[in-house]
């Protein structure tokens, strides 16, 4: 997608996590209490499992209802179901829907899973993340520099930020934990704790809400 991202392309190499039942996944949640745990939802320990910069999320932090979707920023039903994610989310008060990184189609997902956390940092993740999913037509460099360039994200710690193993390592923590919970594709969604792989019209998830 450009001189940017053939560089980032070559920069951003694949980390592999080896996890063992007491090692520290984020916030001191072990994998063990992540699988053995029964103190809390499966689908909720998943976000205590990830750093903050990780969740990119809209709606109240404390909505009754919770929908997880694994996704991928070049998957074509992810694009599909996020206008109704949203306008769930707008309808209701008592929904939040968080997205995770699971970048499996290319290397080019990998790098811009890598851009979203980035743009996390500087408070940028959700309006990145909506933009990706809200173009017309195929992504190019030129349409990712004007979403960066609208949304007043600074391009250059952006791209400083993208190649620091922290980034790397919490996308590869987040595809980790979508691995492990089942998902062979993109999207794969929990809605509270139903558990579904791939796409699901506005009103089947709605019927699955609280």
């Known amino acids: 997608i450009g001189s940017i991202m053939r560089y980032y392309l070559a920069k951003f190499s694949v980390f592999i996590f080896i996890f063992t039942a007491t090692q520290a996944l984020s916030n001191d949640i072990t994998l063990n209490e992540l699988i053995f745990d029964d103190s809390k939802p499966y ?8 750093p903050e910069s990780a969740i990119v999320q809209v709606g109240p932090e404390n909505a009754e209802n919770t929908i997880i979707e694994f996704m991928d920023y070049f998957c074509g039903y992810c ?11 707008e309808r209701r008060d008592d929904t ?10 290319s290397e080019s997902s990998r790098v811009i899973s890598a851009m979203v956390v980035a743009a996390n940092l500087q408070g940028k993740g959700w309006e990145l993340h909506h933009e990706l999913f809200s173009i017309q037509g195929s992504l190019t460099q030129k349409k990712l ?5 609208n949304l007043d994200i600074n391009k250059t710690k952006l791209m400083i930020d993208i190649g620091k193993d922290e980034i790397k390592n919490i996308v590869e923590l987040s595809s980790f934990l979508a691995n492990g919970s089942g998902a062979r594709g993109t999207p794969t969604l929990f ?4 558990f579904i792989g791939g796409y699901l019209s506005l009103n089947k998830i709605e019927s699955l809400l609280r």
Do not use: S
């Not at 689908?43 to 990830?50: G, M, R, S, T, V």
């Not at 520099?145 to 360039?149: F, G, P, T, Y």
């Open 96 to 105: 939040r829907a968080v997205f995770l990184q699971h970048p499996i189609l």
């Open 43 to 50: 689908h909720l320990k998943i976000l205590d499992a990830l």
């Open 79 to 89: 694009k599909k179901i996020h206008p109704e994610l949203i306008q769930i989310v």
């Open 145 to 149: 520099d004007q979403m960066i360039n």
């Open 191 to 194: 809605i509270n704790e139903e």
